[in-house]
């Protein structure tokens, strides 16, 4: 089992940077593959990007490429996002999921998805 804590988000002027983090109990991290999610009002949740449990495979939504870097240190089992040049419709709830899977493809359903974290808000305003 492992449980999630997501930490970093806030309210950041459009074309700025975020970085978040999520730290996961458990001694098992590094056979979870992990994935950030994010919802924003009125709509439904998203993936955003995977990362395999070794972190040699990313994948990213198409409105993430080249702007979010997905990362982790299994060795202090932490999940890290970095935001860069933030839009406002980069607007949401961002969560932290994990899913036991060794295997080098990824999942973007959420109900993939077994342990999740409870959210941060990341605000992109002027």
């Known amino acids: 089992q492992v449980h999630l804590v ?3 988000g806030g309210l950041v002027q459009p074309g700025g940077s975020l970085s978040l983090s999520c730290a996961a109990s458990g001694r098992t991290f590094s056979s979870y593959a992990m994935a950030w999610f994010r919802q924003a009002p009125g ?3 998203e993936w955003v990007s995977v990362i395999t449990w070794s972190g040699l495979n990313t994948y990213y939504r198409d409105s993430a490429k080249g702007r979010f870097t997905i990362s982790r240190d299994n060795s202090n089992n932490m999940l890290y996002l970095q935001m860069n040049n933030l839009k406002p419709e980069d607007t949401a709830v961002y969560y932290c999921a994990a899913k036991y899977y060794s295997g ?3 999942y973007d ?3 993939e998805y077994a342990y999740w974290g409870q959210g941060t808000q990341v605000t992109v305003s002027p």
């Open 6 to 8: 997501e930490s970093g």
């Open 43 to 45: 709509k439904e949740r």
């Open 104 to 106: 080098d493809g990824y």
């Open 109 to 111: 359903d959420d109900f």
